[in-house]
Nanobody, 119 residues
Framework: QVQLVESGGGLVQPGGSLRLSCAAS????????IGWFRQAPGKEREGVSC????????NYADSVKGRFTISRDNAKNTGYLQMNSLKPEDTAVYYC????????????WGQGTQVTVVS
């Protein structure tokens, strides 16, 4: 019943843009922090960005700051990651994460969507 589905990945040239979506079902996203992570081949999963559940406070990895923008639309139960000025180093599988810790810890992950940046 609980599910997160990422979409919007694909193949783009350097300098191009993509918008990733994270659609939640089986639970209400309002009270969750939304995070985006990525994992390149042979590397560990790393945090990209997150947005909190109340005031829209955001954080970004230094490698993407100024190029990526995280957002959410609670009415659509969906999170987003707008990615601009893409670089080959951004190539990875991107995962959505939804987390809260009240009244218990809830930590959900999607299956990932592939982003490939190549000339």
């Amino acid at each position: 019943q609980v599910q997160l589905v990422e979409s919007g990945g694909g193949l783009v040239q350097p300098g191009g843009s993509l918008r990733l979506s994270c659609a939640a079902s089986g639970f209400t996203l309002d009270y969750y922090v939304i995070g985006w992570f990525r994992q390149a081949p042979g590397k560990e999963r790393e945090g990209v960005s997150c947005i909190n559940d109340r005031h829209g406070q955001t954080n970004y990895a230094d490698s993407v700051k100024g190029r990526f923008t995280i957002s959410r639309d609670n009415a659509k139960n969906t999170g987003y990651l707008q990615m601009n000025s893409l670089k080959p180093e951004d190539t990875a599988v991107y995962y959505c994460n939804c987390y809260n810790n009240y009244p218990l810890v809830y930590d959900y992950w999607g299956q990932g969507t592939q982003v490939t940046v190549v000339s």
